[in-house]
């Protein structure tokens, strides 16, 4: 088991995202996300699926290159939006 707030392994990531591996699905939820905002209870069950149970606070660090870190896990969702790579994780 995971400690809460922690992101997903690899593996852990292609089984989340294997729902979501359609580009229709994946942009579906953003759209949810962008008209809904990240309060959402169906965005919120996402995040936290993906964060083992807990979505988390703060600045978080990040592997994208050029952005060492985003404001929340919200942010980060949104960038991942914006920008169409779905699939990339912090």
């Known amino acids: ?12 990531y292609r089984q989340f995202f294997r729902s979501l591996r359609v ?11 962008t008209l809904y905002g990240c309060q959402h ?15 988390p606070e703060g600045p978080i660090c990040s592997a994208v290159p050029g952005i060492p870190f985003f404001l929340d ?5 949104f960038y991942r939006c914006t920008r169409k790579k779905y699939f990339i994780k912090v």
């Open 23 to 33: 580009a229709h699905r994946a942009s579906a939820a953003c759209l949810l996300r």
């Open 1 to 12: 088991a995971q400690e809460p707030g922690t992101p997903l392994s690899d593996q852990e």
């Open 73 to 77: 896990f919200c942010t980060f969702s």
């Open 41 to 55: 209870p169906l965005i919120q069950r996402l995040d936290k699926y993906e964060n083992h149970g807990f979505i």
